[in-house]
């Protein structure tokens, strides 16, 4: 899939009031852009902050998909709090759900901490975008990510068009 100017392009975006508002660093986006970067050296990446309302990610997921994002990763917003709206808003904007990259990240989460069940984290695509919701945590975000890097190569491939099995 190929975004602005014929390269791939991912986003990144941190779901968090502390950080949008200041009075924390934002440590997680930065991590999983990294690890995106490493992985796919040749995408861009647009990186955004916004706060925990719901509105506002969705209209962003939209965005990102409608410019023609291959890869859109939220970060937090998934837990069990009274602000963690991220979940419900990926489901506002996708078109199809695939559930499995949620199960995995859990899974594989849950095997050194047993608090990843408590993630509400969904997946899916909205056309051909594959947007992924990672937990707000650097250490669960990376986790959780590298994960299911080698599954995002074949699913970003097959959602813009490719063909086969690996």
Same mark, same amino acid.
């Given at each position: 899939m190929r975004g602005y100017n014929g390269f791939m392009f991912f986003a990144v975006i941190t779901i968090s009031d502390r950080c949008s508002r200041g009075e924390m660093t934002d440590t997680a986006g930065p991590a999983v852009a990294e690890l995106l970067r490493r992985q796919w050296a040749e995408a861009r990446i647009e990186t955004a902050l916004l706060p925990d309302e719901e509105d506002a990610i969705a209209m962003l997921l939209d965005q990102f998909a409608s410019d023609g994002a291959a890869l859109a990763v939220t970060v937090g917003g998934t837990g069990l709090g009274p602000r963690d709206r991220t979940p419900e808003a990926t489901r506002r904007v996708i078109d199809r759900e695939a559930p499995g990259l949620a199960e995995a990240m859990r899974a594989m989460g849950a095997a050194q901490n047993q608090f990843a069940w408590l993630s509400r984290g969904v997946c899916g695509l909205k056309g051909s975008t594959l947007i992924v919701n990672l937990p707000g945590s650097k250490r /669960?975000?990376?986790?959780?990510?590298?994960?299911?890097?080698?599954?995002?190569?074949?699913?970003?491939?097959?959602?813009? /068009?490719?063909?086969?099995?690996?």
């Open positions: /669960g975000a990376t986790e959780s990510l590298a994960s299911i890097l080698k599954l995002l190569k074949h699913g970003i491939d097959v959602a813009a /068009g490719g063909q086969g099995h690996p």
